[in-house]
């Protein structure tokens, strides 16, 4: 396989990366076949999944607009993927221009690209560096640079605490993240789940770890022990669809997503 320009060479070309797999279902191009076949392989599993990943990227927007109206102008980011369009810094900037955003992803392509994009945009950087380790990612250059946590920072984890093993106590690193952060910070994330299309779900699970590497699904009642003792924005732990979609949309049987979606609030 001849390596793109854009590729360093500590990249592994032969083995596929969630970021660039979440890539081939969103229709990006900053991706290898090795990981369209991976991607192929879970689609052929689960159909619906490019469906739910759509609606993931929705909810983000709305997620992010919503922060955004509630004064938060600090965005941390994590297990931020590839940049495609519809990311966080272009959502946030659209209501304040002068909101500030760092990415964080374990994924060198993902962190090289997101660099070029953000080469010349003073309020926005990426982090190369693992979520399970906060003390990393928290006293990052980068992070120390573009955030303040004597304000309220938003700390973002969209579809990523499935790829997090219990082991990995996935509560306890959201707590080490918003330790720092002031009263009146959120966290907003989403996450695979096993109810709704359960069979569909069960079988991609398995692709999904067979091909790239670990995966949990994780029940309601699991997602929303996730939040602690933040403070829920209405509506709560919900499917995707349901998290304060925009008016006259029509929510249509949002169980068949299979991701759960919640914003909570630092009291």
Known sequence: MQRPAWVGPEIDLQKPSPARVYDVHLGGSHNFQVDRDA????????????AILR??????????????????????DLGSGIPTVGNVHEVAWRHDPTARIVYVDCDAVAVAHSRAILRDEPNADAVLADLRRPQDVLEAEETRKLLDFSRPVAVLMFAVLHFVDDADDPAGLIRRYLEPAVPG?????????????????EEGTRQF?????????????????????????????????EWRPEPGEEVADASTTSTFAGVGRKA
Do not use: C, K, W
């Not at 991607?39 to 490019?50: E, F, K, W």
């Not at 983000?60 to 941390?76: D, I, P």
């Not at 910070?185 to 779900?201: C, N, P, Q, T, V």
């Open 55 to 76: 609606a993931n990227r929705a909810y983000l927007r709305r997620a992010v607009s919503y922060l955004v109206g509630q004064g938060v102008t600090q965005f941390l």
């Open 209 to 241: 770890r067979r091909r790239v590497g670990d995966f949990t699904m994780r029940t309601r009642r699991e997602v929303t022990e996730l939040f602690g003792d933040l403070e829920l924005v209405e509506p709560g732990v919900v499917y995707l669809p």
């Open 39 to 50: 991607a192929a392989a879970i689609t052929n599993a689960m159909p619906g999944l490019p």
């Open 185 to 201: 910070s959120y966290l907003a994330l989403s996450h695979a789940s096993l109810e709704g299309d359960a069979d569909r779900a």
